[in-house]
């Protein structure tokens, strides 16, 4: 089990970093020039534009992508080390147990609004809620070491659940492309 999650930390955090990184890119060009129209603005559904310019995108005063700048570096660092066979004091874990927390908290917080209150999806902040919550749940499975076989399953779940959101939410769309 450590070593699937010194993996997903590792891999997780550093696609979550990525898509942060671009994500802030957006927002300052979008800063820059108020008519720029992001990488991420594909349809009216498929708009991240639209949702850089909500107050949800901006939760506390400053763009929420630079939150997973410093987190998933974080993250990515703690994975890498793991991958390297180095042990971790357990006050590190706890960190990483609060900051998953938070993250995944946010994450589905951040996926209700861009669902119900918003009504539209940011493709790389999809990539962020994808990778927060294996992040989260592999963290969480090592803290409490559970003899739990099916983790796996669980995420299947959970991805599907988050699915079925995002094709209820939208079927209007979804429904009118068949």
């Excluded at 720029?36 to 901006?58: D, F, H, R, W």
């Excluded at 793991?82 to 006050?91: E, F, I, K, S, T």
């Excluded at 990539?127 to 796996?152: C, G, M």
Aim: some cysteine; overall charge positive.
């Amino acid at each position: 089990m450590n070593r699937v999650v010194a993996w997903v930390l590792a891999v997780g955090g550093f696609v979550g970093l990525v898509a942060s990184s671009v994500l802030t890119i957006e927002k300052i060009a979008l800063l820059k020039d108020p008519f720029y129209v992001p990488t991420c603005s594909i349809n009216p559904v498929l708009s991240c534009g639209s949702i850089m310019k909500t107050p949800q995108a901006e939760l506390f005063g400053f763009p929420n992508p630079l939150l997973g700048i410093a987190g998933f570096a974080v993250v990515t660092t703690l994975g890498v080390l793991l991958l390297a066979g180095v042990a971790l004091p357990p006050w590190i874990w706890i960190g990483l147990q609060v900051g998953a927390t938070f993250g995944v908290l946010f994450v589905h917080w951040l996926i209700w609004q861009s669902l119900y209150e918003i009504g539209a999806l940011c493709p790389y902040c999809m990539v962020v809620w994808a990778v927060t919550i294996p992040i989260f749940w592999y963290t969480t499975l090592r803290n409490i070491r559970p003899s739990f076989q099916y983790h796996s399953v669980v995420l299947i779940l959970w991805y599907l659940v988050i699915a079925a959101g995002v094709l209820q939410a939208f079927w209007f769309y979804w429904s009118s492309l068949f």
